[in-house]
């Protein structure tokens, strides 16, 4: 079956880093665009970022362009989130998406907090 395990959140200083990871399995990675998406609490889920299949195209929210690099290794089948610079607004749960026909699979989502 479909699965997304997100990992690499936790507690970190204002104008800190974090890399986040997504691992995949269950369909053929490599083929699909894949999506970070965050969810701050009180807030609507937002998408942040997310990378074709071939890594080629890539889009980014104004909320953390210029501060977060998507990228993915499908051989490894995971998708990655380096944010860097980071603000207590930044603080939400981060989930990874992949759109498989018209199905949405979600990860369990790993949680960011951003706070001195």
């Known amino acids: 079956q479909v699965q997304l395990v997100e990992s690499g959140g936790g507690l970190v200083q204002p104008g800190g880093s974090l890399r986040l990871s997504c691992a995949a399995s269950g369909f053929p990675f490599s083929s699909y665009t894949v999506s970070w998406y965050r969810q701050a609490p009180g807030k609507q889920r937002e998408r942040v970022a997310e990378i074709t299949s071939n890594g080629r195209t890539i889009n980014y929210a104004d909320s953390v362009k210029g501060r977060s690099t998507i990228s993915r290794d499908n051989r490894k089948k995971t998708v990655y989130l380096q944010m860097n610079s980071l603000t207590p607004e930044d603080t939400a749960v981060y989930y990874c998406?992949?759109?498989?026909?018209?199905?949405?699979?979600w990860g369990q989502g790993t949680q960011v907090t951003v706070s001195s």
């Open positions: 998406n992949v759109l498989l026909g018209s199905v949405n699979f």
